[in-house]
């Protein structure tokens, strides 16, 4: 555009040509100029370098090109050719006529690095929330002098000067300010020099190495430097072992850094690499949908103010529907306290922050249908199935197994055992702030259940993670908070849908059943992976008949199964082991009105903050093998059953969960029950130490139908990659056949498996169909709410 200062207007013309036709027509324009991206610009300005105009360069020109770059948005991403045909809205601008004017006295090196300027940090950035692989043949890229331009994911680029590869897959990277990575895989971070903040948490110059897994299963934490750093990247020990889980089922394939992708500067895959750093969209394995983490502008002004409130010791509860960021945002806000907050806590050298997971479907820090009181004191940098087990930033203090993966199956049980856990909160760890996750059932029950959470464990701040109502449920949790602070904040939905909310939770289990017992490497920080099937797996074996019994007996939660069919429901399928401190935790049973009158048990009155278990008192309970004649029977198996027919449950102020087991096979010959789970000797003995039993708790866990077709996916994938040598060498492990009968114990080998040899599996090829009724049957359990019953 001529400037004002220079002889008369101009009349400009622009072609406007849309992407589905090819007529062209012409519009008129205003002198005002048309605002221009920085790729724009720079074309332009490349193709005008060797014109001559005699029409000097204003100061306003200038300003007015300066304010179209910095307001224009960031040119789109690129597309495929064939979406071009998909909509008219998409529209291409070419101008007809030289419009702008490019001062012939402007030096050709001011010229030069004018036309080489990078761009802004925020084109650099990518906004979309999600991070498609291109395909090299058939997507377009950015062309800027001459060469293709891949979209950049980092906002640091690798140079001799910045990257320093130390071997062993050990790579040493200097970052400025603002510069920010994003890495797939596996890896240990440690930061020699300067600050770095990731996943919520402020990582300082330290000799302490954080460990990250970061597949493509969730969104991918982004390292964000705040001040010139100096970081240390190492491969992490544990990260092939964990991918080998994907050799046992598809859940676990393509979900990190494959050597078989290879980077564009080398021709070859390093055999030590567990991460990648995503420097460009060529880094992205193909066909790969990702997402980088990303907090919203509201959540971050939330969670500073919650960080710096003048509550000594703040307790968070937070609300809001399913899969709208709860656990994301309740992460995010852990790792803040733990690295950003001042200490909060009486004894000095030991920070921590206390999570009260009450979520059974989605749980974070414990195994699936628990609830659970866990202390955390080191960031979390990692998804749940990556952590099934304690580890040293991470301690279970108290947790309950509901046995169900919703509130719906006993709602009251579900809310005795969270007072059960936040008096324990108060009575032992009161100077830590605390967090409370919630579950996303937020209509009828569920909504009521809240309202009473809220009233009972009486937090300092609720917070409901949505925008979009609904209003009664807002309205409600707002009016339940009478003291506590009440603020919404946008959701945040997970935008990746490589794995859903079932298969998050098979992984997790599986993961947990593949932890190995009690086991801690690489100086105790990192679990090991048993990277063979479960029927691999030596499993314990517990008597149930006779005076050796190491179980009080099986408990049903939910339902009730008849004595003669226990066998058959509990064969192959997940159990909760329960530790019973003390014969109180029995309620409701006749047979307690036997029990001798000076036992401690007949007193049945507490107040609400003397709920936790005295010793001495459990000390003085009468021994479970009478109470164990009155109110168990004998299963046509010998099984020890306790009926459960008036809807009897343990109660939580005197037991708590030990983990989780699978019924591998029941041995009925010999009386034991083969099961598996990574529960240790130490704390079985530790049970009968303080005088307590262990009750195992049939109810609503998904059916583990991964662990029946392990054998097969090893048959298939195994033996090329462990190969048959190495599967032979565990030959001396007992295997029994995880099936309704036990099998002859042998070798462990796979190639004699087959699909009609293996339970429960049904092999349905092309268009075959299963039979009339051979998909789960659901019981509807609301027929008699009021807005289902007729007139």
């Known amino acids: ?73 960031r040119a789109p991403s690129p597309q495929k050719k064939a979406r071009k045909t998909r909509s008219t809205q998409h529209a291409s601008f070419e101008c007809t006529e030289t419009a702008q004017v490019v001062d012939e006295s402007l030096p050709n090196e001011d010229l ?17 929330p999600s991070l498609i692989s291109p395909n090299e043949e058939e997507e377009e890229k950015p062309e800027i002098n001459g060469f293709l331009q891949p979209v950049s994911l980092s906002s640091f680029y690798p140079s001799k000067s910045n990257v320093r ?27 020699e020099s300067g600050e770095v903040t990731i996943n919520g948490a402020i990582l300082k110059a330290s000799k302490t190495t954080a460990w990250v897994h970061a597949p493509r299963s969730h969104a991918l934490p982004v390292i964000r430097c705040t ?102 945002f309740g992460k995010l806000l852990t790792n803040r306290l733990l690295t950003g907050a001042q200490p909060r806590v009486m004894r000095p050298g030991k920070e921590g922050v206390v999570i009260l997971d009450l979520d059974p479907g989605q749980s974070e820090y414990c195994g699936v249908g628990q609830l659970a009181l866990v202390l955390i004191t080191k960031p979390v940098l990692s998804p749940s199935f990556c952590r099934p087990l304690d580890t040293p930033g991470i301690q279970t203090v108290r947790s309950h197994a509901l046995a169900s993966l919703s509130p719906a199956s006993d709602p009251e049980l579900y809310t005795e055992m969270a007072l059960d856990l936040i008096t324990h909160y108060r009575n032992t760890l009161a100077p830590y702030p605390l967090i409370i996750n919630t579950p996303g059932w937020i209509q009828g029950t569920g909504l009521d259940i809240l309202v009473s959470l809220i009233h009972e464990l009486r937090p300092s701040e609720v917070i409901y993670l949505s925008q979009t109502g609904p209003a009664d449920a807002v309205e409600a949790l707002e009016g339940a908070c009478n003291v506590a602070r009440f603020s919404t904040l946008p959701s945040q939905p997970n935008h990746n849908n490589l794995r859903t909310a079932i298969h998050l939770r098979s992984m997790q289990t599986m993961a947990y059943f593949h932890t ?27 008597h149930f008949r006779g005076a050796e019994s190491g179980i009080f007996g099986v408990l049903c939660y939910d339902f009730q199964t008849q004595p003669d069919l226990l066998a058959d429901t509990i064969n192959g399928a997940i159990l909760a082991v329960v530790e019973v401190e003390s014969s109180k935790a029995f309620r409701n049973i006749e047979d307690h009105a036997s029990l001798p009158s000076d036992s401690p048990n007949r ?9 936790d278990v005295n010793q001495d008192d459990q000390n003085k309970s009468p021994p479970f093998s009478s109470l164990q004649r009155k109110i168990t029977t004998l299963t046509t198996d010998g099984i020890p059953y306790i009926d459960s027919s008036l809807g009897v449950t343990l109660d939580p102020r005197h037991s708590r969960s030990l983990g989780l087991t699978m019924v591998r096979g029941i041995d009925v010959e010999n009386g034991d029950l083969h099961l598996l789970c990574p529960i240790t000797v130490g704390q079985v003995e530790d049970v009968r130490r303080r005088g307590g039993a262990i009750v195992l708790i049939s109810g609503k866990f998904d059916p583990p139908s991964w662990a029946y077709t392990e054998d097969l996916y090893f048959q298939s994938e195994g033996d090329k990659v462990f190969g048959m040598e190495e599967v032979e060498s565990h030959s001396q492990s007992e295997v029994v056949e995880l099936g309704l009968e036990q099998t002859k114990l042998g070798k ?28 789960v049957w659901r019981v509807r359990r609301d027929l008699r709410r009021v807005g289902n019953l007729s007139g």
């Open 112 to 128: 030069a690095k004018l036309l080489e300027s990078p761009q802004s940090e925020d084109d650099e950035q990518l906004r979309s």
């Open 603 to 611: 007193d049945c009155t507490e107040s609400a903050m003397d709920l």
């Open 1 to 73: 555009m001529v400037p004002s200062s220079s002889c008369g207007s101009v009349t400009n013309e622009v072609v406007f040509r849309t992407m589905s036709s090819s007529k062209r027509r012409r519009l008129p324009t205003e002198e005002s100029p048309q605002p221009l991206s920085a790729f724009a610009l720079r074309k332009k300005l490349l193709a005008q370098q060797s014109q001559v105009v005699s029409a000097p360069l204003s100061e306003n020109t200038i300003a007015e090109i300066t304010t179209s770059v910095n307001r224009d948005e």
């Open 227 to 328: 001040e010139e750093a100096t970081l240390e990247f190492q491969p992490h020990p544990e990260a092939e072992n964990l991918k080998a889980l994907g050799v046992l089922s598809p859940l676990f394939r393509n979900l990190w850094c494959e050597n078989s992708y290879i980077t564009s500067n080398t021709n070859q895959p390093d055999p030590h690499e567990t991460f990648r750093i995503l420097y460009t969209l060529e880094d992205v394995p193909k066909r790969a949908v990702l997402q980088d983490l990303r907090s919203p502008p509201e959540w971050n002004r939330e969670m500073a103010a919650l960080v710096v409130s003048n509550d000594p010791v703040p307790s968070i509860m937070i609300t809001g529907p399913k899969s709208s960021g709860k656990s994301t």
């Open 748 to 775: 462990p080998t796979t190639l004699d498996i087959s699909v009609e040899s293996v339970p429960w599996i049904q092999a349905v090829t092309r268009n075959q169909k299963r039979g009339a009724g051979s998909k």
């Open 516 to 542: 190995e017992k009690g086991t801690l490497q690489n100086g105790g920080s990192h679990l090991c992976w048993f990277q063979r099937p479960l029927t691999a797996m030596t499993p314990w074996q517990v």
């Open 165 to 191: 590869k130390k071997g062993n897959g050990v790579c040493r990277l200097k970052l400025d300010e603002g510069e920010r990575l994003v890495i797939l895989g596996s890896y240990g971070v440690q930061v």
